[in-house]
């Protein structure tokens, strides 16, 4: 837990100065009168405990203001905006506006505790997911398997989705702090249990379990977080999961480095993943379960077909791209750019890094000025980058990547909040699955095809432009069919009937 942190502050004594102290916040933190005279505390805002004391004592002011972020795991990351936001008197404090890096709406601590817990599960379901893409290269090199029998491992972990499925649809009947706590189990343990594969087909076949629980999990934090948040910060919210995702996923990247000893280096890369326990078990210390979903609401109700098939289909021609240019990524740094793992961890590092300023641009434009818009314009930018990389070596290799990575976090958090947007309390965890299965059947025949294609003496640069038509789809989709969602209530979007109670 965060510890409480003290700003004092001291003017110099004036009635203007002292007046100026004595007026509440109202931006970042929402504050009302202590009991204490010329005290305040937390109405509103995203701390544990909140207090400010102002005291003139002679030719000074003193303002002092006690706190303690509520935010877990990720307060560090906090404690300097924040304090800086605190400190600055200067401006107005009750203009209610938000400080740029903080979501349109003021967080209440129940919202900022789930969101930070949300975020701790997002490390363990991007590690998870990460773990086979980042080893795979170097487990087939140790099994003496070829590219295309590499992507058939790929598409059979994919396929795997089919056992992430029945989490997502009972978390629409038995909750989804539940299923958010058993895939946080399984997802760790199920896929450490590749570092004892004796062959290819088995380490695939422990993460075409292992993966699915991740991808659970993945999409039922998804889930909760849009039902948690408010009307203005839904996409904000996922722009601070996909930051941490990045952050999970890079964890297993820093892990490359072990390949180097021996053949079958990989195979530690597998065992840290039983680090991220420590997760599952704060989730189920402190994780509540949504209001959205305790609140009545008709059960499993009929899927909106038409507003499915959108979903799905961008989500299906998108990773046609999207999967074989990350599962390829490291093979192509290998074999065509020499790259050493080493130098692959490091080139992943500083390429994928800006893809977190990205969530956090993208976040904040998609809730203030819209989704839909954003997406016309990022994903082709991104896409035409990212295939350049595939492309060109030198700088242009490494500017390309940078690129796609910044362009494609900014498309993010738009890109997936409509997955979870558009669909009622009572089947979304199952739209979330079923769209998550569209996705990864995208992917599977991109990895399919790309493999064929590289197996039969294509460039990587040249087969991932065929696939990239699928990205090209997607946008006309987006463009042509998706409703505006920024700033409308889920009530609003998805409307039901009334659900009659005792």
Known sequence: MARTRRIVR?????????????????????????????????????????????????????????????????????????????????????????????PPDRLDPHQSLLLGLLAAGSLVAAYT?????????????????GKFGQGMGGVAVRIGVVFALPIAFMADRLGRRKMILL??????????????????????????????????????????????????????????????????????????????HGDSGWRLVYLLTLIWILVAVDLGRRLPETKRFERPHVTAPPLQRMRFA??????????????????????????????????????????????????????????????RRLLVVALPASTALLLWS???????????????????GIAYPAFAVYRTELFPTGNRGRAAGLVTASALIGGSLGLLLVGRLLDSGWSYGRA??????????????????????AHKDLDELNPEPAVLTD
Do not use: C
Request: aromatic residues 12%; without cysteine.
């Open 10 to 102: 001291e003017l110099p004594s004036s009635p203007e100065n002292l007046a100026a102290a004595l007026v509440p916040r109202n931006d970042f933190v929402g504050e009302v009168a202590g009991d204490e005279p010329n005290t305040f505390v937390q109405g509103d805002g995203p701390f544990s405990t909140y207090h400010r004391t102002v005291v003139a004592d002679g030719e000074l002011i003193r303002d002092t203001t006690s706190y303690r972020l509520i935010i877990p795991w990720f307060a560090w990351l906090f404690a300097w905006p924040v304090r800086r936001t605190l400190r600055r008197r200067e401006m107005n404090p009750q203009t209610g506006v938000q400080p740029w890096w903080a």
């Open 129 to 145: 997911n990460t773990l086979f893409t980042q080893t795979a290269n170097y487990a087939a090199k140790d099994f003496d398997v």
């Open 464 to 485: 991932l432009s065929l696939v990239a038509i699928g990205e090209l789809i997607a946008v006309i989709i987006v463009g042509t069919r998706y409703p505006e969602t």
């Open 310 to 371: 959108q979903i799905a289909a961008v989500s299906f021609f998108a990773n046609l791209f999207v999967a074989p240019a990350s599962f390829f990524q490291n093979r192509y740094l290998d074999e065509v750019r020499g790259l050493s793992p080493s130098q692959v961890a490091i080139f992943t590092f500083s390429t994928a890094t800006p893809a977190a300023l990205g969530f956090v641009v993208g976040g904040k434009v998609a809730d203030v000025r819209g989704r």
């Open 390 to 408: 595939f492309s060109v070596g030198g700088p242009g290799l490494w500017f390309g990547a940078f690129g796609a990575g910044f362009i494609g």
């Open 183 to 260: 895939a946080a189990w399984l997802a760790p343990i199920i896929s450490a249990s590749g570092a004892l594969a004796p062959t290819f087909p088995v380490l695939v076949a422990t993460q075409s379990v292992g993966r699915p629980m991740g991808l659970a999990l993945d999409l039922l934090i998804a889930v909760a977080a849009t039902e948690e948040m408010p009307k203005n910060s839904r996409a904000y919210a996922v722009s601070v999961l996909a930051m941490a995702s990045g952050l999970g996923a890079g964890v297993a990247v820093m892990g490359l480095p072990l390949v180097r």
